[in-house]
């Protein structure tokens, strides 16, 4: 077998990150991830870990002690909700609206549960109605919602989803992957059993992380299961002695990314959440003015458009595929294609996080307007 050779060194390119995630990071987060490496059982690291829960129970505006960052991606924060809270035989009710309600399907099916799919056009939201009439015909132990649904742009109002879920006996789980940090997401107010996000997005980490929260009422289920949780990695009642104050080894944490999701935690902090509601409705509301000088528009269900992630609509004749290209290639912005039936039909613009600014969506719109001519 040939030598082949020692590659130079990676340089990344400079990118415009608007697309679906992730979004760029602040220049002090990346600067986080440089500080001397300690263990994770370090006092300091411990300190730190401590400081990133409170952090985060004040992001997701709840009282819930189990609140933390799964060492692992946003995926992987959806499968530690379904296998913790899920045994064989288990009945769900799961809103689909888009690819990660669909996902939520699969990752329940592989929990051995019975699944009651509540489906809706893409780019429209979950009706209250039609899980009303899912629980009429069944008893689940869980009702699962994606609250932005990344792939369409929709958001779907969940307070009275998760009374009808209450009210039914069920728990109810909450997607707030795309909506966590970018819009306002109650935990405690709408009594959501158990939530996940994920780093990257409008929280300007870089991925690796999935901040997840369970109520005392989730946590009595886990802890009371009957068979064991699917995977050992992520079984919360290991991952409770870790993050809690027994401080029991499970794993060995991604330390720089802790360092990294503690500094993005603060900022969002520092800004203030209304605050930063607030820039991210701006500057969806500028997209929106400005596309529309273009003769576009943001397709997803007037009234319930995610400000983060905007569904924009390919004009007639024009090249999907092509435009998103000469974006990067041209002017260094990314920019995301729609998935599944709205392959070819939408471009995703995220203005998510560290991104939503009026200056970013001056700077798209104006690529945009060359790249159509």
């Known amino acids: 077998m040939s030598n082949p050779g020692i590659p130079a060194t990676f340089s990344s390119p400079k990118r415009l990150l608007l697309g679906p995630g992730p979004s760029n990071a602040a220049p002090s987060v990346l600067q986080a991830m ?10 300091a690291f411990i300190g730190m870990m401590e400081e990133i829960k409170s952090m985060l129970r004040h992001v997701f505006q709840t ?6 960052p799964v060492s692992a991606t946003g995926s992987a924060g959806m499968e530690a909700c379904f296998v913790n809270l899920l045994e064989p035989g288990d009945e769900v009710v799961i809103g ?6 669909a996902r939520m399907c699969d990752v329940a099916e592989r929990c051995g549960a019975t699944v009651n799919r509540v489906e809706a056009e893409w780019g429209t939201i979950i009706e209250p109605s039609a899980i009303a009439a899912a629980l009429e015909d069944c008893q689940p132990k869980l009702v699962a919602i994606v609250h932005a649904e990344t792939s369409t742009g929709a958001l779907t109002p969940v307070e009275e989803i998760s009374r009808l879920a209450r009210d039914a006996g069920a728990l109810f789980l909450l997607d707030t992957v795309t909506s966590l940090g970018g819009c306002p997401v109650a935990i405690d107010d709408w009594q959501v059993d158990a ?3 994920a780093s990257q997005k409008c929280l ?3 991925p690796g992380l999935a901040p997840v929260s369970f109520s005392p009422r989730a946590m009595d289920v886990i802890t009371g299961r009957k068979t064991k949780v699917q995977s050992w990695y992520l079984d919360v009642n290991f991952l409770a002695s870790y993050w809690g104050s027994e401080r029991v080894y499970h794993h060995t944490a991604p330390i720089t990314m802790n360092y990294a999701l503690h500094e993005a935690l603060r900022l969002v902090l520092e800004e203030g959440l209304e605050a930063r509601w607030s820039r991210h409705r701006q500057a969806h509301e500028t997209l929106k003015a400005g596309l529309a000088k273009l003769g576009l528009s943001i397709i997803s269900q007037e009234g319930h458009q995610l400000w983060q992630l905007n ?3 390919v004009p007639d004749g024009a090249d999907e595929a092509g435009v998103r290209a000469r974006l990067l290639s041209d002017f260094g912005i990314e920019v995301g294609p729609g998935l599944g039936p709205m392959k070819g039909k939408i471009w995703r613009v995220g203005l998510m996080g560290h991104n939503a600014t009026t200056a970013n969506v001056e700077r798209f719109l104006d690529a945009l307007g060359q790249c159509l001519g």
């Open 204 to 206: 300007s980490c870089p």
């Open 34 to 43: 440089q500080h001397t490496l300690i263990g994770h059982l370090d006092p």
């Open 63 to 68: 009282e819930n002690e189990m609140t933390f």
């Open 311 to 313: 569904a924009v609509g």
């Open 96 to 101: 689909v609206n888009g690819v990660f309600g």
């Open 195 to 197: 939530a996940y996000s």
